[in-house]
T-cell receptor, first 114, second 113 residues
Framework: NAGVTQTPKFQVLKTGQSMTLQCAQDMNHNSMYWYRQDPGMGLRLIYYSASEGTTDKGEVPNGYNVSRLNKREFSLRLESAAPSQTSVYFC?????????????FGPGTRLTVL | GNSVTQMEGPVTLSEEAFLTINCTYTATGYPSLFWYVQYPGEGLQLLLKATKADDKGSNKGFEATYRKETTSFHLEKGSVQVSDSAVYFCALSSVSNDYKLSFGAGTTVTVRA
């Protein structure tokens, strides 16, 4: 049981380049999330998908797009990368979007934009 | 809106010392409260949680009690080990924010042998 997997683990981009971060979970969870982690700021929600076929903006969605490809997969796309998007990106999932529900996190993608 | 404030780090301790990380929150209604831990190079994992007032969450020797009267959820461990070196995040989830998690800034804890 792999849990939540993310690819790639590391990526370096030049300003203006595009890329897609991939996330997959094998726990049959309904809800999936993308966060970014920056020093001193905790984790901030970029986008989430409460269920297959739906996506919604989080706290910091500008510069990103997402696709919930199916129940297992939720990708994050940077269309034109900027240095301000240098961060560690985490994908997470849980069964249902309820307050008591634990979120399970992937290992993260460390992105540097030059 | 919801917010979480936790003690700033970094915190450096000797092995077997007592650890406390303060966490206070602002939320409407009755949020659920969580402590997540991030070991070096890894993603976050749930350490413990409490879903109603006066509940105590516990795991791996860590404890935290949901105090509604002081809007706090402080993390404690009586005797830390080197393996407890990590970043600790306090978080909350509530219906007022569609159950999305709100995180504190994180506290880096280093335990020296």
């Amino acid at each position: 049981n792999a849990g939540v997997t993310q690819t790639p683990k590391f990526q370096v981009l030049k300003t203006g380049q595009s890329m897609t971060l991939q996330c997959a979970q094998d726990m049959n969870h309904n809800s999936m999330y993308w966060y970014r982690q920056d020093p001193g700021m905790g984790l901030r929600l970029i986008y989430y998908s409460a269920s297959e076929g739906t996506t919604d903006k989080g706290e910091v969605p500008n510069g990103y797009n997402v696709s919930r490809l199916n129940k297992r997969e939720f990708s994050l796309r940077l269309e034109s990368a900027a240095p301000s998007q240098t961060s560690v990106y985490f994908c997470a999932s849980n069964v249902l979007g309820v307050s008591t529900d634990t979120q399970y996190f992937g290992p993260g993608t460390r992105l540097t934009v030059l | 809106g919801n917010s979480v404030t936790q003690m700033e780090g970094p915190v450096t301790l000797s092995e077997e010392a007592f650890l406390t990380i303060n966490c206070t929150y602002t939320a409407t209604g009755y949020p659920s409260l969580f402590w997540y831990v991030q070991y070096p190079g890894e993603g976050l994992q749930l350490l413990l949680k409490a879903t109603k007032a006066d509940d105590k969450g516990s795991n791996k020797g860590f404890e935290a009690t949901y105090r509604k009267e002081t809007t706090s959820f402080h993390l404690e461990k009586g005797s830390v080990q080197v393996s407890d070196s990590a970043v600790y995040f306090c978080a909350l989830s509530s219906v007022s924010n569609d159950y999305k998690l709100s995180f504190g800034a994180g506290t880096t804890v280093t335990v020296r042998a």
